[in-house]
């Protein structure tokens, strides 16, 4: 092997929004601690730390208080909400590969209990109750995006991506039926993993007896809000094979998306028809495929970025598993394994970083859904966003 | 001042002075949709620059409201104390300028509501210097 891997998976407890005691940073450093013993490295030898989705847990701080001797490389991916995770593992191991640093952990800290919930920025201000609603000054193209489209109720993604998914039952008779099998199937993989937060057996009938939130969504269609972190250990190739479990490599990342596609707080409804019922992953999987020299045949099992059931239909499409608008019996006929962990619909939502670590661990060996003989795993990161890609092989 | 079908406590719209003109025609209940000076093609939302010809001078022109709804839902869920539930979310194609508008359809049950049904602007005045599009059926 000649590129980067990842040697090292670590993540703290994972609950429900507001479970965790303990504040978001202290998880941070919890997890990048596993993450570091996992693969039987010291912290001294951490000399890089990267992240995504604005992570509040500034790279500084971290270091001084794990009492890292240098830090070398500190990176955030500038993609909109969770589309920098693979990114994130990418810029690591560009920095890792280029010399830059010796080894670097990617983690990801998330308790919406002690913050803002995600994706309701500057522009989700309400106005204040003393006095008439009234214009206000921008603080920025994110906040004056916003502006034509929280004050008429697109509060929240659900809402987003409710009106990209009946556009697409539109377009190509995608079913209710369709996205219910999504949340049904990742629950099941979540009832065999103990770290999930969501682990009761759900059929389709109790995926349907859930109150609907933006149709078609409803509640079993939307991903968790949760406190927890997790953390993985980026190093070379030299480095890994002397480590303690075996090394996984990063055998490609890609990241982007199509000019013009996510526009606003993740609104994407100013771009042409063909685009907006798609994820917008295909830029990201057309360099992904050519990087890693493969195509989705040879994938054994696959990570997909599940913040909403019918947005993994549409990666399904982007990445070529099928044409566009197949998704939904693509999805319910393959037997290609997909979020063996429960996903960030069952397990936990720590913005598709804990996708990373359970493909680490299935290739491995080490997942609670073992897929045997697996070798070759895709990770992705957010449709519906700029995002980003990975695929990652057993080292040989 | 108009019907109101959305409490004061909705999130209030944050301006820049590119789109300060969009606001203040809104505020006199006309739709506006800018225009590229160079090339003539329609954006929004309104921008500093063209993102086809890269002009920088732009006008906005008034449009009359119409359309028809490109995508929706029903939202169930009430992200805003207040806000009526069920209300509904729109994409609207604004007839003639390849540009769509983020709205409400307004008295409508929403089962009515459908993608390609045809819809006008209403106004809603939200305080005595803003007002925001509404959709009602057509």
Same mark, same amino acid.
């Given at each position: ?396 | ?60 022109? &008034?449009?009359? %409201? /119409? =359309? $028809?709804?490109?995508?929706?839902? +029903? #939202? ?16 609207? &194609?604004?007839? %003639? /300028? =390849? $540009?769509?508008?983020?709205?409400? +359809? #307004? ?19 939200? %305080? ?11």
């Amino acid at each position: 092997m000649t590129g980067a891997c990842i040697v090292g998976v670590g993540e703290t407890a994972y609950a429900k929004r507001g479970g965790l005691d303990t504040s978001e940073y202290h998880l941070a450093l919890e997890a990048i601690c596993a993450a570091v013993a996992d693969a039987g490295m010291s912290l001294e030898e951490i000399d890089g730390l990267a992240s995504f989705a604005d992570d509040r847990n500034l790279p500084v701080f971290v270091a001084a208080d794990l009492g890292l001797r240098e830090l070398r490389h500190a990176s955030m991916s500038w993609l909109p909400g969770g589309g920098g995770g693979c990114a994130a593992v990418g810029n690591a191991a560009l920095a890792v590969e280029a010399g830059h640093a010796h080894a670097v952990v990617v983690y990801r800290s998330l308790c919406q209990g002690q913050f803002v919930r995600f994706g309701q920025g500057p522009g989700a201000r309400r106005a204040p109750a003393d006095r008439a609603p009234a214009l206000r000054r921008s603080k920025g193209p994110l906040d004056t995006a916003a502006a034509f489209t929280m004050p008429f109720a697109m509060l929240s993604p659900p809402i987003t991506y409710a009106m990209v998914m009946q556009r697409h039952m539109h377009r190509f008779g995608t079913t209710p039926e369709h996205l219910g099998n999504v949340a049904v199937r990742f629950r099941d993989h979540a009832t065999r993993n103990p770290r999930a937060v969501l682990r009761t057996p759900m059929t389709l009938d109790d995926y349907f007896a859930s109150r609907l939130v933006a149709e078609p969504f409803h509640l079993f269609d939307c991903c968790m809000e949760n406190d927890g972190a997790c953390a993985v250990v980026v190093t070379g190739a030299a480095r890994a094979a002397d480590g303690a479990k075996p090394a996984v490599e990063i055998a490609a990342t890609a990241q982007g998306a199509p000019g013009a596609y996510g526009h606003g707080q993740y609104v994407n409804v100013y771009v042409d028809d063909e685009l907006y019922t798609s994820g917008g992953g295909r830029p990201v999987a057309r360099d992904l495929w050519a990087r890693a020299g493969i195509g989705p045949d040879e994938v054994d099992v696959a990570m997909l970025y599940d913040h909403f059931s019918g947005m993994v239909l549409l990666q399904l499409e982007d990445y070529g598993f099928c044409g566009p608008g197949e998704g939904g019996p693509c999805f319910a006929e393959t037997t290609l394994p997909i979020n063996t962990h429960g996903g960030s619909l069952s397990e936990a939502y720590i913005h598709g970083l804990n996708h990373v670590v359970e493909g680490v661990r299935q290739l491995r060996g080490e997942s609670t859904a073992p897929v045997p003989g697996a070798q070759t795993c895709l990770v992705t990161s957010a449709a519906g966003v700029p995002g980003s890609g990975m695929v990652l092989r057993v080292a040989r | 001042m108009s019907e109101r079908w959305f409490p004061d406590a909705m999130p209030v719209p944050a301006v820049s002075p590119d789109t300060m003109p969009w606001w203040q025609a809104a505020a006199e209940h006309r739709l506006v949709v800018q225009v590229c000076d160079t090339c003539g093609r329609h954006r929004h939302p309104p921008s500093p620059v063209c993102p086809h010809c890269h002009g920088w001078s732009s006008t906005f022109a &008034d449009h009359p %409201g /119409t =359309g $028809t709804i490109y995508t929706f839902t +029903v #939202v169930h869920q009430a992200f805003v104390p207040g806000i009526p539930v069920p209300h509904v979310v729109a994409v609207v &194609d604004l007839d %003639g /300028t =390849g $540009t769509r508008l983020v709205t409400n +359809v #307004v008295d409508a049950d929403p089962a009515e509501v459908r993608i390609g049904r045809a819809v006008e602007v209403v106004w809603e005045d939200m %305080g005595p210097d803003l007002s925001v599009p509404r959709a009602r059926l057509r």
